[in-house]
Nanobody, 124 residues
Framework: QVKLVESGGGSVQAGGSLRLSCVAS????????MGWFRQIPGKERDGVAT???????MYRDSVKGRFTISRDGVKNIADLQMNSLKPEDTGIYYC??????????????????WGQGTQVTVSS
C-alpha cells in the first residue's frame, strides 16, 4: 500500500526557516510527482509547491522566491525548504503524490495519495 509520511513541521518566528520532508513508500517506480499543499481552518486546501515526473516545479505566487521544493527521484522523497516565513504561511501542510504527472500543477485533484499533514506555525 502506498504511504506518505511527513516530518519537519513546527513553530518558528517570522523570518525564520523550516524544512518539511515527505517520504513516499511502496511505489514501484521512480520520479513520483509530489507536492505540498496547505490548509487553514475553515478554508480549502491550496497548492503551495509541486514537482512533476520530469522534475519541473510550480509554486504558489505568495511563496515564490522563499520556498523551494526538491525531490530525490530514486527514493521518492520530497522536501520543502521554507525561508523568510510569514505568519500567513501558517497552516497544516500536506504532502501529496501521484505516480505520473507530466506537467506541474497546484490542483490537488490530480494527486491520488495524501499524507496526514504536519502543522506549521509562524508567529509575528
Amino acid at each position: 500500500q502506498v504511504k506518505l509520511v511527513e516530518s519537519g513541521g513546527g513553530s518558528v518566528q517570522a523570518g525564520g526557516s523550516l524544512r518539511l520532508s515527505c517520504v513516499a513508500s511502496n511505489y514501484t517506480g521512480r520520479n513520483v510527482a509530489m507536492g505540498w499543499f496547505r490548509q487553514i481552518p475553515g478554508k480549502e486546501r491550496d497548492g503551495v509547491a509541486t514537482i512533476d515526473t520530469y522534475g519541473r516545479t510550480m509554486y504558489r505566487d505568495s511563496v515564490k522566491g522563499r520556498f523551494t521544493i526538491s525531490r530525490d527521484g530514486v527514493k521518492n522523497i520530497a522536501d520543502l525548504q521554507m525561508n523568510s516565513l510569514k505568519p500567513e504561511d501558517t497552516g497544516i501542510y500536506y504532502c501529496a503524490a501521484e505516480p505520473r504527472l507530466w506537467e506541474p500543477t497546484l490542483d490537488g485533484r490530480y494527486f491520488g495519495t495524501w499524507g496526514q499533514g504536519t502543522q506549521v506555525t509562524v508567529s509575528s
